[in-house]
Nanobody
Framework: EVQLVESGGGLVQAGGSLRLSCAASGFTFDDYAIGWFRQAPGKEREGVSYIRTDDRVTSYAPSVRGRFTIRSDNTKNTVYLQMNSLKPEDTAVYYC????????????????????WGQGTQVTVSS
């Protein structure tokens, strides 16, 4: 059974940092890409950051580039999202998702490419 479990969310003041974790099981981790997505109240879900776990190719949304860093620890089947310089507009439920990336060139930022999803973790940034 495929499982993605997010953790690390919480309440932080603007300018602060959080590190989210996405622990994966039930599939061959090295064959997959992991994406982080978020959904704020009243808004559509949007992509944040993505990584191929085989060659560590990454991609970031413009709104988080330079503040967020994604990395993969293949020994632990876990992807981390380090979030620095947080802003109130980063407040959202953050989801990780997995996609079989063996046929990809690069990493996909399209939500419909990601077939497995976690339950999400809440991040709240106060001003």
């Amino acid at each position: 059974e495929v499982q993605l479990v997010e953790s690390g969310g919480g309440l932080v003041q603007a300018g602060g940092s959080l590190r989210l974790s996405c622990a994966a099981s039930g599939f061959t981790f090295d064959d997959y890409a992991i994406g982080w997505f978020r959904q704020a109240p009243g808004k559509e879900r949007e992509g944040v950051s993505y990584i191929r776990t085989d060659d560590r190719v990454t991609s970031y949304a413009p709104s988080v580039r330079g503040r967020f860093t994604i990395r993969s620890d293949n020994t632990k089947n876990t992807v981390y999202l380090q979030m620095n310089s947080l802003k109130p507009e980063d407040t959202a439920v953050y989801y990780c998702a997995a996609a079989d990336a063996r046929s990809w060139y690069g990493v996909s930022v399209a939500q419909y490419d990601y077939e497995y999803w976690g339950q999400g973790t809440q991040v709240t940034v106060s001003s």
